[in-house]
């Protein structure tokens, strides 16, 4: 049976601590106050895979410059996937190009899952994960702004 992989301190923070227990402080890679832009190596479709998702990733912390190459990894494997089951749809079962397709298809398939799951792109992953904004608020923030005695309103 395999170990489990331990949760990045980051993750544990965003699915919350019901142990209570010291989370303990890893080194963060760092991150760009920029979204990052897609790799030049990437394929088209890939590229406008990220342009689809690095926004909302970078948003919750989770795209930082060492994740960009396993988030250009599932970029790819997206655009093959895509790629693979398109061009099988070209042919039939019958043909040797359909097998090849459809076995490039699943396996990038089966790359993306893993992947995502690493980013929480699944809906598993995301009921581990409740990630919000990264700024700190208090836990008291909105309860005045927009009363209208409220001078900050105006």
Request: proline content about 12%.
């Amino acid at each position: 049976m395999k170990g489990r992989k331990p949760t990045p301190a980051h993750l544990q923070l965003l699915r919350g601590n019901p142990s209570k227990r010291p989370i303990p402080p890893e080194i963060e890679p760092e991150r760009s106050p920029n979204i990052p832009e897609p790799p030049a190596f990437l394929m088209p479709a890939a590229k406008t895979e990220w342009r689809r998702l690095a926004a909302g990733l970078h948003h919750m912390g989770l795209l930082s410059l060492g994740d960009e190459h396993p988030f250009a990894a599932y970029c790819q494997a997206y655009a093959r996937w895509v790629g693979a089951g398109e061009a099988a749809a070209q042919f039939g079962p019958e043909d040797s190009e359909w097998r090849a397709l459809v076995r490039v298809e699943r396996q990038a398939g089966e790359l993306m899952l893993r992947v995502a799951t690493e980013f929480g792109m699944t809906p598993s992953a995301r009921r581990r994960v409740s990630a919000g904004p990264t700024e700190a608020r208090s836990k008291f923030a909105g309860l005045i702004a927009g009363l209208p005695d409220d001078p900050r309103v105006h």
